[in-house]
């Protein structure tokens, strides 16, 4: 199969940023490389009467930059907007915090500004007050099934995702599933140019994008421990059983797995504790973006969980309906469930990933009655729509690309 209707079409964050666009602020777009932010612009640019597409990475355009910091002025504009100038990459530019804040400071009354790039656009949000309301941050994700069957993020309470959803086709989960959400092996839909874009892919950003940002000596072991890696997703990561393996040291191996996630190879999910200090200092676990790097069909399908979950928590918290972030569950005697997503620090949710298995986990029956909160337990195995009762509670067992389908 081929999703080739699916190519361009990323509606969802379209409307995202035409919504923070009203607000006349300057907007930051991050995520991994080649999940399609170069594409999304572009939609983006076509779609209104003027605009500047600017590639940081293309040598003239830098010599552009050098000579003109405000050549975007030369563009031909219309009566009805402004332009839109659109810096792609622009993060790589030594100064670019300094030029981002002195264009939109200049310029934001006749203009309207995208930066487009890396997690080290994320940056912007640590820069202090100076850059206090100048701008809207969003991150774009591989496909996932909860943007294909969205247009727009919709707030939901914990209650409404208990609901039974409807039945969704199986096509595109399918798809995500086998060839990853990154829109080329996505689109294409075959093993084969799956494995030849990952190939590529996650050597470019270590040998490339990595080192070259960090300055990497030991790059075999840095690639090494990436290697490493796929075998320990879903499970407690220790870096000093991984600093054995690869002869570096404990403190290198942390910094690593820092860079890894700033690159948004990985992502970090910490056990939930209403003390964050203490999250913080346990031992957390990993996920992939490129969760077919996994062998495993159990782990794959809890690591595509963790991603949709992962996509719908950042963009709530982007698009401003609260706080959320992603956790997992353990107590003292090692009782676990895969996922709880918080609101604000509060527990709003617990997930459970099952592959086939619809018996309800004990744990995840024993969590959802210590925090009164809604539970799902979600299965691969197509049909399975079923509410079972937990004491006061009710607990959704049901097929996973329904419910995540559902997940906007």
């Known amino acids: 199969m081929k999703n080739n209707n699916k190519m361009i079409n990323r509606e969802y964050y379209e409307n995202i940023w035409a919504d923070f666009n009203s607000e006349k602020k300057l907007i930051l777009i991050a995520g991994p490389r080649q999940a399609g932010k170069t594409t999304l612009v572009k939609s983006i640019a076509s779609k209104v009467g003027s605009s500047y597409y600017f590639n940081y990475d293309i040598p003239k355009n830098k010599a552009i930059l050098a000579q003109n910091p405000t050549f975007f002025e030369e563009t031909d504009r219309n009566k009805e907007e402004n332009p839109i100038v659109i810096f792609d990459e622009i993060h790589k530019y030594k100064e670019w915090k300094n030029y981002l804040k002195g264009i939109y400071d200049g310029y934001s009354d006749s203009f309207s500004f ?145 860079v ?69 569950i353990r107590n003292k005697d090692q009782k676990e469930v895969d996922f709880i997503i918080t609101e604000n620090n509060k527990p709003y949710i617990l997930i459970e990933t099952k592959f086939t298995d619809t018996t309800i986990s004990k744990t995840l029956k024993e969590f959802q009655n210590l925090y009164d909160i809604p539970a799902v337990q979600l299965i691969n195995t197509p049909g399975i729509k079923r509410l079972i009762k937990n004491g006061d509670n009710q607990i959704l067992v049901v097929t996973a690309s329904d419910w995540l389908a559902n997940l906007h």
């Open 114 to 258: 995208i930066a487009a790039g890396s997690g080290r656009l994320e940056l912007f949000q640590h820069g202090g007050e100076s850059i206090a309301g100048r701008y809207r941050l969003f991150h774009l994700f591989p496909f996932t099934i909860g943007e294909l069957f969205s247009k727009e993020p919709i707030q939901k309470s914990a209650a409404d995702l208990i609901e039974i959803p409807e039945t969704r086709s199986r096509e595109l989960w399918e798809s995500l599933f086998n060839y990853s959400g990154f829109p080329e092996p996505f689109v294409k839909s075959s093993a084969i140019s799956y494995r030849r874009w990952s190939n590529v892919y996650h050597k470019q950003i270590i040998r490339e994008d990595i080192r070259d940002t960090f300055s990497v000596k030991n790059i075999d072991a840095m690639e090494t421990l990436y290697a490493l890696l796929p075998t320990k997703a879903g499970s407690l990561l220790s870096a000093s059983n991984l600093s054995g393996l690869i002869k570096v040291s404990h403190k290198t191996v942390s910094e690593w797995i820092k």
């Open 260 to 328: 890894f996630e700033k690159f948004f190879l990985i992502f970090i999910v910490r056990p939930y504790s209403k003390l964050i200090s203490r999250s913080i200092l346990k031992q957390p676990k990993i996920y992939f973006y490129d969760y077919c790097l996994l062998d495993d069909v159990a782990i794959k399908f809890e690591n595509i969980v963790a991603v949709e979950l992962k996509r719908a928590v950042t963009i709530w918290t982007d698009f401003g309906f609260g706080n959320f972030e992603l956790f997992f």
